[in-house]
């Protein structure tokens, strides 16, 4: 019905900075909520921001201040700045949507591969 796609990830060294985009297909639906989870090694998966349809922000507190979630709702996409970045925050990040069908729908994306290594 919906495919969510990411792209930007990669490698970077401690304290750089990347930006992940999540772009969703077209749906005759409107779409909710967006965001972004993670996965590192060895853990399981971890909400790490979302926004609103309207624009309204949460993040985790683990990345509060670092990193930014933005959104453009006429081309349905979803970006994540990641500032100071940190070994810690190397993970799978999976982007994530909730569709308004008839019933509302939860989608995830792939997932895009973070590597913050020296």
């Known amino acids: 019905q919906v495919q969510l796609v990411e792209s930007g990830g990669g490698l970077v060294q401690p304290g750089g900075s990347l930006r992940l985009s999540c772009a969703a297909s077209q749906t005759p639906f409107s779409i909710g909520a967006m965001g972004w989870y993670r996965q590192a090694p060895g853990k399981e998966r971890e909400w790490v921001a979302d926004i609103t349809s309207g624009g309204k922000a949460n993040y985790a507190d683990s990345v509060k201040g670092r990193f930014l979630i933005s959104r453009d709702n006429a081309k349905s996409t979803i970006d994540l700045q990641m500032n100071s970045l940190q070994v810690e925050d190397t993970a799978v990040y999976f982007c994530?949507?909730?569709?308004?069908?008839?019933?509302?729908?939860?989608?995830w994306g792939q997932g895009a591969q973070v590597t913050v290594s020296s």
């Open positions: 994530c949507a909730t569709v308004m069908s008839d019933p509302p729908r939860f989608y």
